[in-house]
């Protein structure tokens, strides 16, 4: 079994700056692909940022800039340095990670979800 859970999610000002966590736990063999995704409402999820295990890294152009995505391998955590945030940042996050375990092979995972939500 893998869980997938999401912490620092919260209320922000525009302006301000708030940090995600997700540590990944279970029978993992290895971690490849880790990510966040956000889905406001009423609107499709998208892709935020993500990282490989090699430490290439992806943003998507709405928060080129203003946010940063890492992660600590030791930890199977990955995290989400976003700042400067902005009003339409607002969404549910949710992280991602692509996970081979023994048997099982390679497969998505996700987190709950950890609601952002920034005021104006």
């Known amino acids: 079994q893998v869980q997938l859970v999401e912490s620092g999610g919260g209320l922000a000002q525009a302006g301000g700056s708030l940090t995600l966590s997700c540590a990944a736990s279970?029978?993992?063999?290895?971690?490849?692909?880790m990510g966040w995704y956000r889905q406001a409402p009423g609107k499709e999820r998208e892709l935020v940022a993500s990282t490989s295990n090699r430490g290439i890294t992806n943003y998507a152009d709405s928060v080129k800039g203003r946010f940063t995505i890492s992660r600590d391998n030791a930890k199977n955590t990955v995290y989400l340095q976003m700042n400067s945030l902005k009003p339409e940042d607002t969404a549910v996050y949710y992280c991602n990670a692509v996970i081979v375990r023994a048997i099982f092979g390679t497969n998505d995972y996700w987190g709950q979800g950890t609601q952002v939500t920034v005021s104006s």
């Open positions: 279970g029978s993992i063999l290895r971690i490849n692909d």
